[in-house]
């Protein structure tokens, strides 16, 4: 919910978590590597099974999880429960019974102590039922307490248009985000690092593609209708007793539902496909705010910047005002809408879902109900435990802290090995622009100085960890250290403090750049993931992706030469891989429309253009063909749903690109020779140096279990291909798998001795 930057992250993978670091003994990996391969599967034609057939025979998906990714999820798993430890044991002053608990470190500790407790407190959230949220709406929205706007029919749409205006604006600074959203971010067109305004497409519930499934918005239906049930019965009464006795004709539940739907299905309808604002060229059109105007003629964007910009402490917009928008038509359309179709019940049902579904979740149970039964139709998941939904509210709201009250139980050791890895995949990557013969000088000599600026981060900024400078960062995102402390211990207001607090952050940047050393993270340094950000071109591995089974820490002086073999190997097809995949990131589709500085920017000649756009096309009629979720595996599927190849060509490209510099790093430690090698004989495995590369990788897409429902629903929304295509798709193009495994040239992995591979980088 939280106005931010919006940028397109390409990263490792769509879930975000984290895990504690450990030692990692030769058995460790031996349990995890070699103990879990299925023997009797064919290493050629059947990767998946191979690579994790007894891992994935044993494992039992929580009945509460929609997939689960043994290197990702696993880790993740482990951070939970460090935090509902650190986070049960503090002490809340305001609360009773807080004798046995630790002393928070500082205000902000206490906040998010007392944030995790209130959220424990179900029977507390349920006293007070819809009251916070009703309370809120008659302080700050209170025209979403109205049946109607009044005047409405009599209006010009120039009335209505400024009407909308005020009231958008208003939803905006809180912050929600219906029908379009604002936010803040440096323009990639032009040199000086400077943020400013961005609009784009905003206002839906639900992904792209969910409103063409009936199952689905038959469910959202349900939960539309209910929200709107417990809102209007708290209004009768009289939670909070202002409100007592104040009869109001709101549309019926079922009928506000489905006005609220026509009206999403409106704004789908003007949207922009998850593929299409892929595009950084086509959804960057900067226009001045005069522009703008004119393009939302009965639009009042005047009176919703100035209520906009006022509360947040936003300069005033003039007529020069820059602006960057996605697309002109889906706002050319929306004024008409706004101002001219939809009608002002609706519209205000429509809001009045926005926030639901914002806030439902720090409610009392009959709120949860609501999404849980949601989830059970749509994902076929059963709710969390709730310390587990708890961790996860305190980590998306008070993300920086929660990272530092747990980031001390990673190991500072690793930033050296990693600093020489990231080195020597930008070395393979050296190597493989002198070797290709498809483009032409000029473009490839703008390659090498891109490759030579591209910058990374690893594990985590260190003013996270540093006395006096998180205090400073603190206060600058969470506000003052005791402002944070006497936040009454209410889950709702708290989060409403906190989503303020940080728009006012991200809005005291306009007109200067970001600061990188916060904002430039993105994501919490306890996740396990990486990305690559191409206006930046820097690269960040997280400190959560820095550990087993991704990456295994080893000491000269304590491991064996072949216990070094094996987890050198490991490491190279893992995070070597993850570090070829976000480097590639910077020259797959997308990211090779911007400049070594970042700029959106034409650097290709026109042959190597068209070259590029031959080997990309390659991979998308490849990827196109993999089936994602077979016929049968769900009731109603007649036929096989297969990857979109156009969708998740960036990542498909990172992953091809990705694990071929991991192999070429790999070869500036190890020779030929060495490939060759059995580390693991002793311990009675036979797995090559080389296999055991190629395991660093697929184990990490092989080892999971993912329910149809939502492979089927990542299919249309999610950048990288299903987990199984992951691990099989990007070995198939790689000759020096089938090398490593005798794959016959017949066999379904070996394209390359069929000529039938896909290669970009
Ligand atoms: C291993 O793979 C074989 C061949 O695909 C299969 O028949 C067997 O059930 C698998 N075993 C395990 C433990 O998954
Ligand atoms: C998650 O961790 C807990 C505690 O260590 C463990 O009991 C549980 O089995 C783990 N869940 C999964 C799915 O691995
Ligand atoms: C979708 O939007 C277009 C304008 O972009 C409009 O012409 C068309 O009628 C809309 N279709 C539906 C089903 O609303
Ligand atoms: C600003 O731009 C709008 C839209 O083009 C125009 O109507 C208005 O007169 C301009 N205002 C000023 C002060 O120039
Ligand atoms: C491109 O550069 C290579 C290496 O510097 C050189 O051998 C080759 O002649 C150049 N090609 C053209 C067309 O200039
Ligand atoms: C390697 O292990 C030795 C002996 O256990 C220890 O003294 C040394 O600090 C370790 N080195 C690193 C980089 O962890
Ligand atoms: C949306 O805007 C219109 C008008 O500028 C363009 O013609 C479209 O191409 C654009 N759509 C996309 C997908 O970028
Ligand atoms: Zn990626």
Not at 121 to 137: N, T, V, W
Not at 209 to 230: I, T
Not at 458 to 480: C, S
Request: net charge negative.
């Amino acid at each position: 919910m939280v106005m931010m930057l919006q940028r397109l992250l390409l990263c490792l993978c769509a879930v975000f978590l984290f895990g504690v670091s450990q030692a990692a003994p030769i058995e460790t990996l031996i349990e995890t590597v070699a103990d879990v391969l299925n023997q009797t599967a064919d290493p050629c034609t059947d990767v998946v099974e191979y690579s994790c057939g007894k891992w994935r025979e044993a494992f039992e998906l929580p009945k509460e999880e929609s997939r689960w990714l043994r290197a990702f999820h696993g880790l993740d798993n482990t951070t939970k429960h460090l935090i509902r430890d650190v986070l049960d044991g503090g002490k809340c002053s305001q609360l009773p019974n807080q004798e046995e608990k630790k002393e928070p470190a500082d205000g902000w500790e206490e906040l998010l102590f007392c944030y995790y407790q209130a959220c424990m407190d179900q029977d507390r959230l349920d006293e007070l039922g819809s009251q916070p949220l009703l309370s809120f709406m008659e302080r700050e929205l209170p025209f979403l307490l109205e049946t109607d706007i009044g005047g409405w029919e009599t209006m010009t749409p120039a009335e209505k248009g400024k009407v909308m205006a005020e009231i958008l604006a208003r939803m905006h600074i809180h912050p929600f985000s219906p029908f379009f959203s604002v936010y803040l971010d440096e323009n990639p067109l032009v040199e000086e690092d400077k943020v400013g305004i961005a609009i784009s497409q905003g206002g839906l519930v639900l992904d792209y593609g969910q409103y063409d499934e009936e199952k689905v918005l038959q469910a959202y239906l349900d939960y539309l209708s209910g929200s709107q049930e417990l809102f209007q019965s708290a209004v009768a009464t009289g939670s909070p007793p202002s409100l007592k006795g104040s009869r109001r004709a709101f549309l019926e539940p079922p009928a506000a539902a489905e006005e609220t739907l026509d009206i999403e299905k409106d704004l789908q309808n003007i949207s922009l496909s998850p593929t299409e604002i892929k595009d950084p060229v086509a959804t960057t059109n900067l226009m001045t705010f005069a522009d703008l105007k004119d393009l939302m003629p009965t639009f009042d964007w005047d009176t919703f910047f100035k209520t906009f910009g006022d509360a947040l402490g936003l300069p005033a917009m003039t007529n020069e005002t820059e602006v960057i928008i996605h697309n002109e038509t889906y706002f050319r359309e929306l004024n008409k809408l706004l101002t001219e179709v939809w009608d002002d019940k609706a519209i205000l049902a429509y809001l009045q879902g926005q926030l639901f579904s914002g806030m439902g979740a720090l409610l009392s149970r009959e709120w949860l109900e609501l999404s849980y039964d949601f989830n059970r139709n749509v994902k076929n998941a059963e709710p969390r435990e709730r310390w587990d939904e708890c961790q996860g509210m305190a980590r998306s709201t008070l993300k920086w802290i929660v990272a530092r009250v747990v980031l001390e139980e990673f190991d500072p050791n690793l930033k050296a090995v990693a600093d020489a890895m990231v080195a020597n995949v930008k070395a393979a990557f050296r190597d493989v622009l002198d070797e290709i013969q498809w483009m032409t000088n000029e473009t490839k000599d703008v390659a090498y100085e891109k490759l030579e600026k591209v910058t990374y981060q690893i594990a985590n900024p260190a003013w996270i960890l540093t006395d006096e400078e998180y205090r400073v960062n603190f206060e600058k995102i969470y506000g003052p250290e005791t402002a944070a402390a006497e936040l009454d211990a209410h889950l709702f207001d708290a989060t409403l403090y906190v989503q303020e607090q940080t728009q006012r952050y991200s809005v005291s940047f306009f007109g200067k750049p970001f600061d990188r050393e916060v904002i430039g993270w993105y994501r919490s340094p306890i996740d396990t993931n990486a990305f690559y950000v191409a206006d930046w071109n820097t690269m960040t591995f997280l400190a959560g992706i820095l550990q087993a089974p991704v990456f295994y820490p080893f000491n000269e002086s304590d491991d064996s030469e072949n216990a070094i073999l094996a987890k050198t190997a490991i490491n190279h097809g893992g995070i070597g891989a993850v570090m070829g995949h976000e480097l590639i990131h910077g020259f797959d589709t997308r990211g090779r429309e911007y400049n070594p500085d970042g700029l959106l920017f034409n650097w290709w000649s026109d042959v190597s253009r068209t070259e590029f756009e031959a080997k990309t096309d390659c991979v998308v009629a490849q990827f196109s063909e993999y089936v994602a979720v077979e016929k049968g595996e769900l009731d109603d599927l007649q036929e096989d749903i297969k990857v979109d190849g156009l969708l998740t060509v960036t990542e498909n490209t990172a992953d091809l690109g990705g694990i071929y510099l991991g192999y070429k790093a790999l070869l500036k430690e190890l020779t030929e020779e060495q490939l060759q090698i059995k580390p693991l004989e002793e311990y009675g495995h036979d797995l090559t140096v080389g296999q055991l590369f190629f395991l660093g990788w697929t184990q990490v897409w092989a080892c999971h279990e993912t329910r149809p429902e939502e492979r089927k629903k990542r299919v249309e929304r999610d950048y990288h291909a299903a987990a199984a295509v992951r691990a099989l798709g990007p070995v198939s193009n790689l000759a020096e798998y089938s090398k490593a495994f005798n794959c016959p040239p017949d066999s379904a992995v070996n394209l390359p001795a069929r000529d039938e591979q896909c290669k970009v980088w």
